[in-house]
């Protein structure tokens, strides 16, 4: 089973994660942010991987720490639950609509982490959740796990239809890269090395 947990703490949040990628019965996610709880679920429930995540955070100023702050714990958990990456298909790609929204995400778990992001939100905020909180949270995300992440709003009008459209590709496209490929010897790579 590739699973990891950490707890992290600072003085302006504490974080737990633990994550599951074989193993999808629980997801748990209790961020204090709700709109960010709701993402966060549909990354996992898409990504067919067990989530529980526990944060309490400055939230009287506002949820940028907890934002970032859970993406970097993500970030490290899903990196050491998938080891030395052997057998793993490497590579996702998912386009997914979302009413009139539709959102994208290609990528790569390489090792060399990289975050392109072409969307454009135009309502600021949802709920106690700033959209461009997005972007902290995929960058985020993608340096602590090494992964080469592209996400789009490829079109839409509704701000939580397109960002609900980029966490729902970002788990299917995660679901596909992290499945183990009998066929494949070691890793996907022809330098025989996934860092």
Excluded: C, W
Excluded at 27 to 38: A, P, R
Excluded at 80 to 85: C, I, S, T, V
Excluded at 86 to 112: C, H, N, W
Excluded at 122 to 150: C, M, P, S, Y
């Amino acid at each position: 089973m590739r699973k990891a947990n950490k707890a992290r703490k600072t003085n302006e949040t504490a974080i737990e994660v633990a994550v599951s990628l074989d193993d999808p019965e629980v997801v748990s996610i209790q961020t204090g942010v709700g709109f960010f709880d709701h993402m966060l679920e549909l990354f996992a429930r898409h990504g067919r991987i067990g989530l529980t995540v526990k944060a309490n955070g400055d939230l009287y100023i506002d949820s940028h720490h907890t934002v970032e702050d859970v993406a970097i714990v993500l970030g490290q958990v899903i990196r050491e639950a998938l080891g030395d990456k052997k057998q793993i298909t490497r590579y996702g790609t998912a386009y997914v609509p979302m009413d009139e929204a539709l959102g994208f995400v290609s990528l790569d778990i390489s090792g060399r982490p990289y975050l392109v992001l072409d969307a454009v939100f135009d309502n600021q905020k949802l709920g106690d959740f700033d959209t461009e909180l997005v972007r902290e949270f995929l960058q985020a995300f993608a340096v602590q796990a090494g992964i080469t992440l592209h996400a789009r709003a490829l079109y839409g009008i509704n701000t939580h239809h397109k960002i609900e459209a980029i966490f729902k590709a970002l788990g299917r496209s995660f679901a596909q890269a992290i499945t183990i490929d009998p066929s494949i010897n070691g890793v996907n790579s022809t330098k025989g090395l996934i860092e």
